[in-house]
C-alpha cells in the first residue's frame, strides 16, 4: 500500500527556516521521483521542487530557487525539504507526491503532470 507521510510543518517568523519531512511505504523510494507541491488559502496548488530518482536531477519553482533544498535519504524512505529564509508568501499547506504508477525511473520533467499519490500535508505559516 503507497503511503506519504509529511511532517514538520509549523509557525515560524519570517525569516526562519523549517523542514519538512515525507516518509513513504509501499515502494521503493530510490524508483521515482518526488514532488512537494503547496496551496495557499484561495489559490492553485504549485509544484514548489522535485527530486528526480536515481537519475539525481532536481527541480524548484522561481518563487523558491536559492531558499529551498530537496534532499532524499533511499535508505531511510524519506524525502526532506528545507526551507530557508522564508517569507509569508511561502504560508500554505505542503504536500508530497508520488507518480507511482507510471513514474518507475522517470526524471522530474517526464512526470509532472503523473501524481497520483499525495500525503495528508502538513500545514507551514510565516507570520510575525
Known sequence: QVQLVESGGGLV???????LSCAVSGFTLGHYAIAWFRQA???ERE???CT???L???YYADSVKGRFTISRDNAKN???LQMNSLKPEDTANYYC??????GWGRSCEDVKYEYDYWGQGT???VSS
Request: hydrophobic letters at 25%.
Open 13 to 19: 517568523q519570517p525569516g526562519g527556516s523549517l523542514r
Open 123 to 125: 500545514q507551514v505559516t
Open 52 to 54: 528526480s530518482s536515481s
Open 78 to 80: 524519506t524525502v526532506y
Open 41 to 43: 488559502a484561495g489559490k
Open 47 to 49: 509544484e514548489v521542487s
Open 97 to 102: 507526491a508520488v507518480p507511482w504508477t507510471t
Open 56 to 58: 539525481g536531477s532536481t
